[in-house]
């Protein structure tokens, strides 16, 4: 019997519909080629919602999102909508709530793409982030008194627990070793100024190390990883980190790999529902034109069908997307492509279905 899949797709704001009409797209190419079905159920959750009804992610869209095999998310972002409430009564209160506790950002770059590492090329810049995804900077805990005034406190703190930090480890030794290419696991710490915090997360790593013994282990601090992806980003293999580090690094990850319209990520709860996602935003300018890049979005989806253990179908539409990079396209930013973005989508669709 052929597998079915019912997965929740929020287009979002944005670029976000356009890019995940092309991975769609793809996908029911896969879909077809690879055996399997997909129920598609949409919602529009959203800048556009919010500014119609005042609702951001209502409980009962939380339920229902909490029943399907996987997440499908475009971008979130208005530029009508002031910062910090999409992202945080949506996308992250997703992340939360359904206890993705990993986020996973492939650094990549593919054949054909450039990077502005200087002599640097595709086999120097592969690597993966394991970014802790529901716990450090991003809980919300703290608070300011005295508001306003030239005494205000404000306390933004950070949370680590040994149940998160060592759940967040595990997943990426296991990482090291499917993804089985040097098997080398970098923590990103700075254990020499976050001493609490990073001395749990230093702790728990050395002491769970012994049950990966063909995992080789590795640390550097924030500071220097960032040099190191910059002058010899072939040193990393995996890098796991906590929340706030691993949201820094990877926008500097997506920029040595050609940009966001490259850069995918997975907000994965192994044991419950994961959401895949273009990591670029919702880039609002581009809206319409036709012009945006869905690479990132169709790899997204990509790593959705990777986790649903549809390895063949995954890796296809990774090497369509590479075919397609190497042959037809012109760049990776919008507007240069020199094809449309439905363009790109229905070349990629082919390729799949070849
Ligand atoms: C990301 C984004 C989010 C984050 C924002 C939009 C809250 O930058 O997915 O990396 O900081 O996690
Ligand atoms: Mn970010």
Redesign the pocket.
Known sequence: MSKEFNIGVIPGDGTGPEVIAEGVKVLTAASKKYGFSMNLTYFDIGGERYKKTGETLPDSVLSELRQFDALYLGA??HPDVKPGIL??EI??RT?FELDQYI?LRPVKLYEGVETPLKDKGPKDIDFVVVRE?TEGL?TGSGGTLKKGTKDEVAIQESINTRKGVERCLRFAFQYARKRNREKKLTLCGKTNVLTFAFNLWERAFYEIAPEYPDVKTDYAHVDATCMWMVKNPEWFDVIVTD?MFG?II??LGAMIQGGMGVAC?GNINPEGVSMY?P?G?SAPKYTGKNVINPIAAILAGGMMLEFLDQNEAAAAIENSVQTAIRKDLKSMEAGKMGMGTKEVGDLIARYVAE
């Open positions: 979130i972002g992202e945080k996308l992250l992340r986020n995804n991003y929340n949201d990877t926008d990520g996602e990591i935003g």
